[in-house]
């Protein structure tokens, strides 16, 4: 892996709590401190493209995703998305050529004690310089191929389609 | 202190967050868990009174505030409260004789990663023990009369009346 | 409260780990991270005074604290210390008219999850704005008079003397 | 991966703070803990087996790690393990046919703030299950063929052999 390319779109992970307002709102990237602070031994950069909850991503977004994809020099992409939609991305993203891509994100913010995020981050990061080219999700500690799995939005978790 | 009776009323400091809805929404007293881990050497309990954002305190919800301040047979009180309107109902509990009540809580939840609970509910514990008879409130590391103190929504803190 | 002098002389507190010898060490005084974060409304300065396990102190250190109190135009005192000798400190800055010194410290370094490091500082920055003139600890939650206490090093905790 | 089989043998991750020794010790693998909180979608079970230093580990040490790899059903395995002679014990379980072996271990205790025990197990779960028969090692973010690494211990970090 020459080049980890790093897209932030939002979602839960980078969200932040604003007082003053007694709601949330999505903040910096959280992946550039994370990455940061766990002194990594290979080369990567963060390019922050949108900063929505992904069950307001418009096709429009989508498309936005995959050409950002399709215009890098990169080989491995890591895409930190909302969970709600991340399975629709994944398959939007499908049929590049020659890219191992991973979406992973967080079912509680970055910033929140005990927070999926980190490990999430490692998973996808493990996974990514490990996996042949194509579309991935590292979430609840699995690689999924986007085709086969679905968010529980009750048990709030990523499970196989079919399951449960 | 023989006992301090510990009551919960809501506010940033219980805040936790719900993916499902991607909202948040008040909790369990995190002043329970927090004095539990902290292996605190004085009796103390906690009574869960209400569950809201301080904006949404009525003034009903104040007199049952008071309500359960003098129907105690405790001389030391820690109330958790939200911090838009803790001023307030400071200043509704004065006139209560023989006790010493402390509010506090937090600009950030507790479950936040460099949020300030701990060290405000560590600021209210050393106070309460310290005080004369009376309301007090624990904000920003001081320790202040109701009557002299306001949060500065702006800057997000609590300030003295008349400054800034 | 004017300014609040800070005084770091070591312990547990300060502990971090170092892998490369598989042994921890006593590093930067981590009161200073504390109180930025915790964005206090107060003046307060820091003096790193010595970094030592307070089982290491001499008589000599212990004149050295003294000393420093005694040469500072501030009026209150917050000595970050070793759990093991802070009372044998503390009796030792006995007697110092018109000064407000509360020591404190942690039974875990603050650089753990769970550390009761803040909990303790903030414990102690509650106290010192509220107390009388002498020397007081501000451990396990308690501000204690240190004439009348000890710590009990099997349970690891502090507790009025003549108990357990 | 139908299942995951933990081996864990000490080294930095599990290591604890004791005040009453000011000193630090291997406790409980903390792999339990993590996985446990972060929710993951398959099936695993911890084997404490070891729990040392690594630098302590002896040749009867690393046989007792081969025999516990030889003795599972299992084809997937995450053994925690010591930094120091990571590479040695990655080196002697090599040649084991049809198993997957990652090892991950910590810079830092898993108990620390911002340690890198929750990243790299992340890493280390996300490669097992993308990785081809073999052993590997995640450290610092990367997926290692022991025969090219090793532990720069000045850097406090793991690079390729022949770099620096």
């Known amino acids: 892996m020459k080049l980890?390319?790093?897209?932030?779109?939002?979602?839960?992970?980078?969200?932040?709590?604003?007082?003053?307002?007694?709601?949330y709102k999505i903040g910096e990237p959280e992946i550039s401190r994370i990455l940061g602070d766990m002194n990594v031994g290979f080369r990567w950069q963060v390019q922050p493209l949108l900063?929505?909850?992904s069950l307001q991503l418009t096709e429009a977004d989508r498309d936005l995703v995959r050409a950002a994809v399709e215009g890098s020099e990169a080989r491995h992409f890591l895409?930190?998305?909302?969970?709600?939609t991340m399975v629709e991305t994944a398959q939007r993203l499908q049929g590049l050529d020659d890219r191992v891509i991973v979406l992973t994100g967080a079912l509680n913010p970055a910033r929140f004690i005990g927070s999926d995020a980190v490990f999430n981050?490692?998973?996808?990061?493990?996974?990514?310089q490990?996996?042949?080219?194509?579309?991935?999700?590292?979430?609840?500690?699995?690689?999924?191929?986007p085709n086969t799995v679905r968010?529980?939005?009750?048990?709030?978790?990523?499970?196989p389609i079919g399951s449960g």
């Open 4 to 23: 980890l390319q790093i897209i932030t779109t939002g979602g839960t992970i980078d969200k932040i709590y604003f007082d003053e307002k007694s709601d």
């Open 51 to 53: 900063r929505k909850d």
């Open 79 to 84: 895409i930190t998305h909302g969970t709600d």
């Open 121 to 128: 981050i490692g998973c996808a990061v493990g996974a990514v």
């Open 130 to 145: 490990c996996l042949p080219t194509g579309v991935w999700i590292a979430m609840n500690g699995r690689v999924w191929d």
């Open 151 to 159: 968010k529980n939005r009750d048990a709030n978790r990523f499970e």
